[in-house]
């Protein structure tokens, strides 16, 4: 039960970070850095918020498993004890732990501008489409071999695909 309220306050906390976030998301709309700096707002806040929920989990164990000698990895009664935790426990806070992470990396898909970001492979301005709901998207700088049009259009596949997988 604690578990669980430790999980919904992980997901409120990270529905408030997002919105920070969301206002301060610009992609750089160049193709060197666009994935890196995708990757980053998808990979940074997962590990730190499973790091976190292992912290504020990982102290606590079931009494009937803690060990005098605790830090040691040994078989006791046929089962692995790990920090005094039986290997059961761990993967249950293992696991549980991941669940803001996931949270995270779902909201970030659902959004889909990230996403977009990432797979931009032009060069342009970080821009509110005027024509459509509110959307960001890389306009590029310079007509290459596709239209601006043709690239919007991609654009707004990406994040489609990103908010359906």
């Known amino acids: 039960c604690e578990t669980f309220f430790i999980g919904k306050l992980m997901a409120v906390n990270q529905k408030a970070i997002k919105k920070l976030v969301e206002l301060e998301f610009q992609c750089p709309c160049n193709p060197k850095w666009n994935g890196l700096f995708s990757s980053a707002f998808f990979i940074i806040p997962a590990i730190m918020a ?3 929920m292992l912290i504020i989990q990982g102290r606590r164990c079931d009494e009937s ?10 078989y006791e009664s046929s089962r692995l004890i790990i920090q005094g935790c039986r290997w059961d426990e761990w993967f ?7 669940v803001p992470a996931i949270v995270w990396l779902i909201s970030l898909f659902l959004d889909g ?7 931009t492979d032009w060069e342009g301005r970080f ?8 959307q960001k998207w890389c306009k590029p700088i310079s ?3 596709f239209t601006t049009q043709e ?3 991609r654009s707004q596949e990406w994040i489609f695909k990103s908010q359906v997988s």
């Open 65 to 74: 498993s803690r060990l005098i000698t605790q830090g040691y990895r040994r």
């Open 92 to 98: 249950k806070k293992t696991v549980s732990s991941s």
């Open 143 to 145: 007509e290459g071999n």
């Open 113 to 119: 501008q990230y996403f977009a970001c990432a797979m």
């Open 151 to 153: 690239l919007m259009l």
């Open 50 to 52: 499973f790091i976190l």
């Open 127 to 134: 821009v509110l489409v005027d024509k459509a709901a509110p």
